[in-house]
């Protein structure tokens, strides 16, 4: 069995690792000739909405993935006419879009921050009218990693924001004061079979991912879990999907969610029964599931930027190094390291030795 992946950076990466054990090969269309997943799979360099590369990739491979929702969902509907394609092609183009995502979620139930439309400088004036300020100005598409969102106080001029966001359509979200951001790791079959992982806890900085940390029955994970069930059956989703919260008091606030493998379950791997690697694998060929029970208290930490002392990561006890291949850069994420310990308190120890050793 051959799988094909839209997107040849480091998730891709992971999914080959995972595959490879379940004998199934992989080729990528990436149009970077330094994919890291590159060395793990066929490699068709061209663009993703690339007529020609797309044909050819379905001619390679009995089905196809994607590892990230940059992807044109044009990609994915015209693949999905010769073969299938998961996640389907509805889910990418709702996450592909803040807008049309924060309105299926209340469609759903699913309670997140205010927001308002935003497609010109009158149009976010009528929405700090209407949200008030602070507010989050942030790009309907391709924001990632902090991209494309300005942060607007009391007093700041309004078409400076506007600009900073490249004056393309926005929404302007009211900022919420919460308590926690946490995700879930959801994953359903083709034949409708679901399963979750544990919530995480997640700690952001300039708007990347720095750490995620797997909660043991945390009392939020069945309304999580009912959030996410809508979600995927709404969609007929197949694969994993991620959901990011802002936890405020006893409600959970959806913020986004993403069509594919997540780099807050990047625990997984070394954190439980069954990676969300492998079990995104398991659910787009229809075989069974994966246990998603966590073994021990598990936590996962992104490196980025600089390359950091391997030796000294890999000095330290029950610590995994994950590195990716990609030249450092600042703000990139070119690794990560998990950690698996028996309690809680082991857990923050280990932490702290991580921290001494990635200042």
């Given at each position: 069995?051959?799988?094909?992946i839209l997107g040849g950076g480091q998730l891709a990466r992971m999914l ?22 590159a060395p793990l799979a066929g490699h068709i360099q061209a663009a993703y ?11 390679l491979v009995d089905r196809v993935t994607y590892e990230f929702e940059s ?289």
């Open positions: 069995m051959k799988i094909g080959a690792l995972a595959g490879y054990p379940l004998g199934l090969d992989f080729v990528v269309l990436e149009p970077a000739p330094d994919a890291c997943a909405d690339d007529p020609a590369a797309l044909e050819q990739l379905a001619e992807v044109p969902a044009s990609a994915v509907e015209q693949l999905g006419e010769s073969l299938p394609v998961y996640p389907p092609a509805n889910a990418l183009a709702t996450a592909r879009d803040r807008h049309h995502e924060k309105t299926l979620f209340n469609e759903l139930g699913i309670e997140t921050a205010p927001f308002a439309e935003v497609h010109d400088l009158a149009g976010l004036k009528q929405g700090v009218a209407q949200l008030g300020l602070p507010a989050i100005l942030k790009t309907r598409t391709l924001g990632y990693d902090g991209k494309g969102q300005q942060l607007i106080h009391p007093g700041d001029e309004l078409e400076a924001a506007w600009q900073a966001v490249g004056q393309v359509p926005c929404i302007l979200e009211g900022l919420v004061n919460f308590d926690r951001e946490v995700s879930i790791i959801a994953v359903r079959s083709v034949s409708g079979e679901m399963a979750f992982y544990p919530l995480a806890e997640n700690v952001h900085r300039d708007g990347i991912l720095r750490l995620s940390t797997c909660l043991h029955e945390d009392s939020h994970q069945p309304l999580a879990e009912d959030y996410a069930r809508r979600m995927l059956e709404h969609l007929g989703y197949v694969g994993v999907l991620a959901i990011e919260f802002f936890q405020v008091g006893e409600h959970l606030l959806a913020n986004e969610m993403a069509p594919r493998v997540h780099n807050s379950g990047h625990w997984t791997i070394e954190g439980a029964h069954t990676s969300q690697f492998e079990n995104h694998l398991r659910a787009v060929l229809d075989l069974p599931l994966g246990s998603t029970q966590p073994l021990g208290h598990a936590a996962m930490v992104n490196l980025i930027g600089d390359l950091p002392d391997t030796k000294a990561l890999l000095g330290l006890e029950n610590v995994h190094l994950h590195l990716y291949g990609k030249a450092p850069r600042p703000d990139r994420k070119i690794g990560h390291v998990t950690v698996r310990e028996a309690s809680v308190d082991e857990l923050q120890a280990r932490l702290s030795n991580i921290d001494n050793v990635l200042q």
